[in-house]
């Protein structure tokens, strides 16, 4: 059995770059179990545009909580063996998720 994997985005008022960190990942060869985004309250587009995306789980933080606490608030949902966490600045290779479980 293919181990799982789920990937989780922090973001804050990263409008300019969520959308093509998401086609990446939602690109992926290897399966992904979970996609959750952190919003750390955005005052820009950012939610619109994810909410714009299938099958993406969004937390919506009331206040900015940070990068750290963000990753583990979501690492905390996941029972997945394997948690990447990303920056939404981020652009993946289509298999770099399979190369990393290998």
Known sequence: MKPTVSVQIV???SEDDIENCLKAVKTQSY???RLI??????NDETVLKV??????????NKKNVGFAKGH??????????YVLVLNPDVRLHE??????VE
């Open 11 to 13: 973001t804050f008022n």
């Open 72 to 81: 583990n608030q979501g690492i905390t949902m996941t029972n997945t063996n």
């Open 95 to 100: 298999n770099y998720i399979e190369y990393i």
């Open 37 to 42: 985004v952190i919003d750390n309250n955005s």
């Open 51 to 60: 909410q714009g995306f299938e099958n993406i789980e969004i937390i919506r």
């Open 31 to 33: 399966p992904i179990h």
